[in-house]
């Protein structure tokens, strides 16, 4: 049963067609990720799915009802969504404890259930100004879950946070679609955040939809240059040094182009149907090092965990067919 569904959203703002007929659905406890450059129009339809923005076109069903936009309600906002907005604000000169205790429809093991899985338990006592900015969105995002949503929307989560912060919030989303029951939504300013954590991911561009799946699929099989680039690096091999790959069984060298992440090469021994080719740099990056290899015709970058490649060295590489696309 789907819990929401976007038929043709469309958005105007000015001489801008933010969003073009957006459409997709969302099934309950299904954690769906919306990912795309600035101004593809992700945080737009966040703020339209959750009543937030008037739409111009199209409509969103929230559990078969559909999601009125501010101009047609007193309060905005769509009962049963609750929506983590990158500019969230907790009320200054109370304690957490104060915070949370407002609108709290929760049972007493409930709440403590979710003050454990946001980490705040022992934040209780604090007050605003005596918390980071990671402390106070973990706050802000428990605050939200207090009235039990349906439904949450995350537009962007990570952003402005340090490593160790973010790193915690990741643990902490996570967990919320494990033990709380909550369907989750997110946009993240970085794609790569959402391959671990989304069971399906939306790459947008210029106000649609361009791509759809789930993790694995997006980033082994993208449907271009703009998505491949989204979820890091990538080798291009154009027609003319496609060549260099013809000894490699499955792999398709007739006039197109071949697209390859650093990490689906294989250093392997020396056979038949391995690539041969010369090692000009390598690149410690912490937990793996990046190697540029010479080929005939090409130079593609590898990544590997074994750090006793140096530069001038001779190696063999292998593919599978799977792990190429074309264009």
Request: hydrophobic share 35%; aromatic share 6%.
């Amino acid at each position: 049963m789907n819990l929401l569904e976007v038929s043709g959203v469309r958005k105007q703002e000015g001489d801008q067609e933010v969003l073009k007929g957006v459409s997709f659905t969302q099934k309950e406890f299904q954690k769906i990720a919306i990912v795309g450059e600035s101004g593809s129009g992700k945080s737009t339809l966040l703020k339209i799915i959750g009543g937030l923005t008037q739409g111009d076109g199209g409509e969103v069903l929230f559990e078969n009802v559909r999601v009125k936009g501010p101009l047609e309600r007193l309060l905005p906002g769509q009962p049963g969504i609750a929506y983590l907005s990158q500019h969230y604000e907790l009320r200054n000169h109370y304690r957490m404890e104060e915070i949370l205790s407002y609108a709290n429809t929760l049972s007493d093991e409930e709440a403590e259930t979710l003050y454990e899985v946001c980490h705040i338990s022992h934040l209780m006592k604090r007050k605003n100004d005596q918390l980071s900015g990671g402390e106070k969105q973990r706050v802000a995002l428990a605050r939200l879950l207090t009235t039990a949503p349906r439904l949450l929307i995350l537009d962007e989560p990570y952003s402005n946070l340090d490593p160790i912060h973010k790193n915690t919030l990741k643990k902490v989303i996570h967990e919320i679609g494990k033990r709380l029951d909550i369907t989750c939504l997110m946009v993240s300013h970085d794609p790569v955040d959402t391959l671990s954590w989304a069971d399906e991911i939306i790459i947008m561009k210029d106000g649609q939809i361009i791509q759809q799946g789930p993790p694995q699929q997006v980033y082994s099989q993208p449907v271009n240059e703009y998505a491949a680039a989204l979820f890091g690096a990538y080798n291009l091999i154009p027609p003319a040094a496609a060549k260099d790959f013809k000894s490699l069984p499955g792999i398709n060298v007739n006039g197109k182009s071949l697209y390859i992440r650093p990490e689906r090469f294989e250093i392997t021994d020396k056979t038949a149907h391995a690539l041969k080719g010369k090692i000009t740099e390598v690149h410690f990056m912490g937990s793996i090092y990046e190697i540029a290899v010479q080929l005939p015709s090409s130079v593609v970058t590898v990544k590997t965990g074994n750090s006793h490649h140096r530069i001038g060295e001779e190696i063999y590489l292998s593919l599978s067919p799977d792990d190429v696309w074309y264009a």
